[in-house]
């Protein structure tokens, strides 16, 4: 996997070092995938970045046209439209059957090149407007943190490209080595895409001061046990309205759809680690049935939970249910 990650001169390293730390990590723990990342701009040389100093050499566009992923990691805060160079490459490189990816303002880049027509799009909420009104044709989601079209993805604001770049790992790699990565950086190992951009931070440690957190981790550990809103609000000493509205300030989502997530994460790495059956699959992440569970799994990664485990389970004999 070639990883082309376009440079500019303004860049904040922090923009740059995000995906060059997720997929360089995946380079240096997972050597037999073959990924590398590569820094280029619209001609070979240093890039100076926001923080004042230069970087490089960096390479040229021609690195770009040879890869099979290319990051546009931000662009500058007066969204400049575009290059008219720069539109024809991802053009180019989108029809070859490259990945696009925009992250933070880099969307705007991604939909100035015309590959978000009719698409769903996130960006940073300060740009959001501003797409909006360029490109009345993206649907923009003010609240998402990524949104992955398989061929395009975008992320929104400056933390979240990290959960991103993490999502691509999983779904290229698998949820085994994304969460190696994740320990190795320290990162929550996946948020959905679907939670909203203004909550940028993991599960904080659980703490006796900190209610929504405490109540977290006990969910966590009882994820094979019934897990109802008025349950996970009585763990909380709380009312199920009061507890409604604190997690969802806490962590951006509702409790039952994060109860939902963590069950399907949850069986994602039951799937790569061992040969369990579906059913016992299922009932071991606390979904009421298996078939709710396929509804769940089909409905959220786009594929079954076999199709998932042939994909992704690297050792051992697995049964195909």
Not at 115 to 132: C, D, K, M, N, P
């Amino acid at each position: 996997m070639e990883i082309a990650i376009y440079a500019f001169d303004g860049v904040t390293m922090f923009h740059l070092a995000a995906p060059e730390m997720v997929f360089g990590e995946v380079a240096r723990l997972a050597p037999e995938a073959g990924w590398r990342t590569t820094l280029w701009s619209d001609e070979p040389g240093d890039v100076e970045v926001s923080e004042g100093y230069r970087i490089g050499p960096v390479a040229g566009p021609d690195v770009a046209d040879d890869a099979d992923m290319i990051v546009i990691p931000s662009w500058p805060e007066h969204l400049p439209p575009i290059t008219d160079d720069l539109g024809d490459l991802l053009r180019r490189a989108h029809r070859r059957g490259a990945t696009i990816v925009g992250l933070c303002l880099g969307s705007v880049a991604v939909a100035d090149a015309g590959l978000l027509r009719g698409r769903s799009a996130v960006t940073h909420w300060a740009a959001i407007e501003e797409l909006r009104a360029r490109h009345p044709d993206v649907s923009v989601d003010s609240g998402g943190l990524y949104v992955d079209h398989g061929d395009v993805l975008t992320a929104a604001g400056t933390a979240s490209a990290l959960d991103a770049c993490l999502h691509l790992v999983r779904s290229h790699l698998g949820a085994r080595e994304a969460n190696r990565v994740a320990r190795r950086l320290v990162v929550a190992p996946h948020r959905d895409g679907g939670q909203a951009q203004y909550v940028d931070r993991p599960l904080p440690p659980a703490t006796g001061a900190d209610p929504m957190s405490a109540v977290c981790h006990w969910a966590l550990a009882h994820l094979s046990e019934p897990l109802s809103v008025d349950r996970m609000a009585a763990q909380a000493q709380m009312s199920r309205r009061h507890f409604v509205r604190k997690f969802q300030e806490a962590n951006g989502i509702a409790p039952a759809r994060w109860v939902v997530l963590q069950r399907l994460e949850s069986a994602r790495t039951l799937l790569e680690s061992n040969d369990w059956d579906i059913d016992r699959v299922a009932h071991t992440c606390g979904f009421a049935s298996v078939v709710t569970f396929r509804q769940n799994f089909a409905a959220h990664f786009a594929t079954t939970p076999s199709a998932y485990r042939r994909r992704f389970r690297t050792t051992g004999e697995v049964s195909h249910v």
